[in-house]
């Protein structure tokens, strides 16, 4: 504590000692002093710097926001009044990767003329600013200058948005969020493109730079551009509709027309964080809980509700089970089918997925005739299952409070929201209104066809996932060149440091990559067969899906018994090792047991892990293996149970593409 008390002095002498000059200096320090944030306030502008450990990770850049009313707060900024705090704080989430999460930051808070406020804050992992407006009446935001100029002209991971039209620049903020990297110099970026975050940039040294925003709750989504080959990336966002068609089966709503403004405020709403974090190594990316740390606080007083678990999945294998004397489909027989499974293996949900509701009429309270909603929330409750709804966007959001009444009266445990395919500031307002609104009813919200997560889970913790992945489903429809594989170990240090995905593993249909095929009926996997029960340890997934058919699980118990056990919160998360579009090596740990789980990429690989985070006592391990001929046939493995060495070591092996995943716990 004497340490953090030393920092903050040397804050607020180094502002003081500025304090008469034209220009002021503020130097903010994280914690353990290696990472610092510089902001200069001179008579034309807001700048800042990002430094670690003498390294220059982001130089300077400005900082404004611009309103409708003609005002430009940080042009020509008045700096009336600095102070700065050091904060400690020991959360405690209901639902994460671990049981408590320590929050230690030094905070930089100017007030200017003008009535507004920019924070800083300093945390060992990152620097984060946002701006904090006093205003007694709604007002408009036309436009923020978001910018992160970097030193050098290094590579980037870029999630470039797709958007429907070609040559439409503004059409990119139409994105399903579900793109794959490109790996490429800043001088390289396409300049007709805008990526969505968060987005890695190599730094000096090795060093890595997540840039990505933390608390939006009533605000745009913020987009990166480069539109002059620079080392310069400049933020935009979607501008406010001004014209939204209900479009593809009544599911979604499409931005028709756009307003010349981002914005419409009330007096009490907040700003975005934006969020630098900085890794010394890459598996800290994959570590993170920056996010979770600067979101708004729960809302929700008592989560003792709030049920995560497994679910049994029926659309990526297309409701397609066999050996049954029934007709497989959307009716009764298969949803019962699916309950049964579920229950034996002790799988906390099944979910009904789209076609359940009366198609096209994007009306929820219209059910087809072959299913019978309470007749299978009885039938799945005597069997301790229960049942989630999927829903398109927009006939959840016109009828969302009617909706969701009814069916949790019903005894429906929650829904899983799609297509919203958005970010502007009202597809951010629906996904804070669907939380709340589910949180109202005790209802579980998987926010599926949506941006990134940034912190909304902590605000609601009955938000369980968020999609913004290019998951398993990509496999029913990949060409033959998709490479999936280096994408599983690139989204961890990326994609996931934001918060919890739905990526949907757990594929019982593996092909090495020469052998994939995309089948729209019967789909497979990349990689391995361990592959895919490894990914249940490595992706953070409160709500995880058991993708693939009842039939396929059937015939493969091993496997089965093994994912249904795999706890979705954690007590205890360590990133082991890593490099980002190479391997990755996590290790979780719930109720005093341990899961280990590590990926590769194409490349066959061998490991030399270090257990010591066991503690003392004899431990043994259940493990998947790849098999010997894993690569030539990716469902090859090894299933064996084997006693850790006294000195904690484990050396594993991974075919091309392969997995490892370890069940640990005492040798009694």
């Known amino acids: 504590m004497d340490t953090l008390k030393n920092i903050l002095l040397t804050i607020l002498l180094f502002a003081l000692s500025l304090g008469l000059s034209a220009q002021k200096e503020f130097i903010l320090k994280s914690p353990d002093s290696k990472l610092q944030a510089k902001i200069i306030i001179d008579k034309e502008a ?70 507004f406020d920019i924070v800083f804050r300093a945390f060992d992992e990152a620097i984060a600013y946002k701006f904090v407006l006093h205003q007694k009446d709604p007002y408009i935001v036309e436009e923020e200058v978001v910018e992160f100029n970097f030193p050098a002209d290094t590579k980037a991971y870029i999630p470039y ?42 730094g000096a040294n090795g060093k890595k730079i997540c840039i990505t925003e933390a608390d939006l709750l009533n605000y745009p989504g913020l987009y990166l551009h480069n539109k002059d080959n620079s080392t310069t990336l400049k933020g935009v966002f979607p501008a406010y509709p001004k014209k939204i068609v209900q479009e593809v089966r009544g599911l979604k709503g499409v931005v028709r027309d756009r307003e010349s403004y981002i914005a419409r405020m009330n007096p009490s709403d907040q700003f975005p964080w934006r969020v630098i974090i900085v890794s010394e190594n890459d598996y800290e990316l994959a570590d993170s809980d920056i996010i979770y740390k ?14 995560p678990g497994k679910v049994a999945w029926e659309w990526w294998n297309d409701w397609n089970i066999y050996g049954v004397d029934f007709e497989a ?15 034996k293996y002790g799988i906390e949900y099944v979910i009904l997925d789209e076609g359940w509701s009366v198609h096209g009429e994007a009306d929820l309270m219209k059910v087809i005739p072959e299913i019978d909603i ?56 629906f996904n804070r209104r669907a939380a709340e609104t589910g949180a109202k009813y005790n209802l579980l919200i998987d926010i599926h066809g949506t941006s990134k ?36 170990v690139t989204l961890p240090f990326i994609r996931m440091v934001a918060g919890p995905l739905d990526y949907t593993q757990g594929a019982m249909r593996n092909a090495i990559r020469k052998n994939f095929r995309s089948i729209y009926t019967e789909p497979m996997s990349q ?21 693939d058919t009842p039939s396929n699980y059937e015939k493969e118990p091993e496997c089965t018994k093994f994912i249904a056990e795999i706890p979705t919160v954690w007590d205890q998360t360590i990133a082991l090792n890593g490099e980002i579009a190479k391997y990755i090596t996590i290790a979780r740990q719930k109720d005093g047991v341990w899961y280990l789980g590590s990926l590769t990429n194409w490349d066959a690989r061998e490991l030399d892990l270090d257990l010591s985070f066991l503690g003392e006592g004899k431990f043994k391990a259940e493990i998947f293996r790849d098999g010997v001929n894993a690569h030539k046939a990716a469902r090859d493995y090894k299933e064996e149970t084997i006693n850790i060495a006294s000195d904690k070591r484990i050396k594993i092996k991974m075919a091309p593409g392969g997995g490892f995943v370890a069940k640990i716990y005492k040798d009694m």
């Open 374 to 429: 309470p007749g299978l929330v009885a039938y799945a409750k005597e069997r301790n299952v229960g049942i989630i709804l999927w829903a398109g966007y927009f006939a959840f959001d016109k009828d969302m409070d009617n909706v969701s009444r009814h069916y949790a009266a019903m005894g429906v445990k929650g829904f899983k929201i799609d297509f919203m395919d958005r970010d502007d500031q009202l597809m951010i307002d």
């Open 453 to 488: 997560p940034t912190g909304l889970q902590r605000t609601y913790p009955n938000v369980v996932n968020f999609e913004g992945v290019h998951g398993l489903e990509e496999m029913k429809w990949a060409k033959d060149s998709t490479d999936q594989v280096t994408y599983d």
């Open 46 to 115: 807001i700048k800042y710097t990002v430094i670690h450990d003498g390294d220059i990770m982001v130089g300077y850049s400005q900082i404004s926001l611009s309103l409708a009313d003609g005002r430009i707060l940080g042009d020509k900024p008045q700096l009336s009044k600095s102070s700065a705090k050091i904060f400690e704080e020991v959360i405690q989430p209901p639902i994460y990767k671990r049981k408590e999460i320590e929050s230690i930051y030094n905070e930089l808070y100017l007030k200017f003329k003008g009535d």
């Open 329 to 343: 489909g959307i009716n009764n027989e298969t949803y019962r089918y699916y309950i049964d499974f579920a229950s």
């Open 527 to 547: 990689g391995t067969r361990c592959r895919q029960l490894a990914e249940y340890v490595i992706f953070e997934s409160p709500l995880n899906m058991l993708c």
């Open 161 to 202: 948005a797709k958007g429907r039209e070609k040559n439409k620049f503004d059409d990119q903020f139409y994105s399903s969020f579900q793109n794959i990297y490109e790996h490429v110099l800043l001088s390289q970026w396409n300049k007709d493109r805008v990526s969505f975050l968060p987005l890695v940039v190599e």
């Open 294 to 307: 600067l979101a708004s606080p729960s809302k929700v007083t008592d989560p003792s509700w709030i049920k």
